[in-house]
C-alpha cells in the first residue's frame, strides 16, 4: 500500500545533541511537511518541500533544518535540542492537483524525547 | 488574522448523535477539512468542503457556511472507536498551508 513512513517511532535525545528524524513516501507526491504536535495542541507547520523548493514558516526556530534529497524522502534535522522540542513530529504528503485544498497523508510520527 | 476556534472536549453515548463545530478566520479561504486523530497516531482525513452546504459520508457528515465562517461535524450511531480527536483545519488559496485548530477531543462512554 502507498503509504508515508517515518523512523523510528520513538527517538530520545539528550539536550544540545543534535537529531534527525526520517520520512519517506511511496506515494509520488510533491509536497512534504514537517509539523510539531505538543498535548492536546494543533499540528504547527516547521516548512514544507513543493519539489525541491523549500518554504519555512516566519516562526519555526533556526534551531529546526530540513532535507529533501529526493522525490521519496525527507528529513528533519534538530540542530541542538532544547527541553521545549519535545514532541510528537509528524510528516505528511500532499499531491498537487491545481484549485482546490489539498489533502494531506500523514505518517505515524516520531515521538521525541529530550533528557 | 488565522484562527481555528472548536470545543475542547465532548462527551456523547455511544449509538447516539453528536455534532463537532468549527468556527474559522482564514485569509484566502479554500475549504475546510476535518482529520481524526486517536491518541498518540497520525491524523487521518475524514471530509473536505469547499462549498456551503452538508457533505454525507456514510455516518460522518460535514457542513460549511462560508459567509458564517463555520462548519460542523457530524457523527451518528456512535461507536467507541469514535473517541478521537477532530481536528478542523482550513486551507488557504495560493499555497498548500493548511492551519489546524487544537482538535476537540471526543469520548464515547457506553
Known amino acids: 500500500d502507498a503509504m508515508v513512513i517515518q523512523n523510528p517511532r520513538y527517538q530520545v535525545t539528550q539536550f544540545g545533541k543534535p537529531v534527525t528524524l526520517s520520512c519517506s513516501q511511496t506515494?509520488?507526491?510533491?509536497?512534504m511537511y514537517w509539523y510539531q504536535q505538543k498535548s492536546s495542541q494543533a499540528p504547527k507547520l516547521l516548512f514544507h518541500?513543493?519539489?525541491?523548493?523549500?518554504?519555512n514558516e516566519a516562526d519555526t526556530p533556526d534551531n529546526f533544518q530540513s532535507r529533501r534529497p529526493n522525490t521519496s524522502f525527507c528529513f528533519l534535522d534538530i540542530r541542538s535540542p532544547g527541553l521545549g522540542d519535545a514532541a510528537m513530529y509528524l510528516c505528511?504528503?500532499?499531491?498537487?492537483?491545481?484549485?482546490?485544498?489539498?489533502?494531506?497523508?500523514f505518517g505515524p510520527g516520531t515521538r521525541l524525547l529530550v533528557l | 488574522g488565522q484562527n481555528i476556534d472548536q470545543p475542547t472536549e465532548m462527551t456523547a453515548t455511544e449509538g447516539a448523535i453528536v455534532q463537532i463545530n468549527c468556527t474559522y478566520q482564514?485569509?484566502?479561504?479554500?475549504?475546510l477539512f476535518w482529520y481524526q486523530q486517536h491518541a498518540g497516531e497520525a491524523p487521518t482525513f475524514l471530509s473536505y468542503?469547499?462549498?456551503?452546504g452538508l457533505e454525507e459520508k456514510g455516518r460522518f457528515s460535514s457542513f460549511l457556511s462560508r459567509s458564517k465562517g463555520y462548519s460542523y461535524l457530524l457523527l451518528k450511531e456512535l461507536q467507541m472507536k469514535d473517541s478521537a480527536s477532530y481536528l478542523c483545519?482550513?486551507?488557504?488559496?495560493?499555497?498548500?498551508?493548511?492551519?489546524f485548530g487544537a482538535g476537540t477531543r471526543l469520548f464515547v462512554k457506553a
Open positions: 482564514t485569509s484566502g479561504f479554500n475549504g
Open positions: 506515494l509520488n507526491h510533491n509536497v
Open positions: 468542503n469547499v462549498l456551503d
Open positions: 518541500y513543493y519539489d525541491k523548493d523549500f518554504n
Open positions: 483545519a482550513g486551507a488557504n488559496t495560493g499555497g498548500f498551508k493548511t492551519i
Open positions: 505528511a504528503t500532499s499531491r498537487v492537483s491545481g484549485g482546490a485544498g489539498e489533502t494531506q497523508y
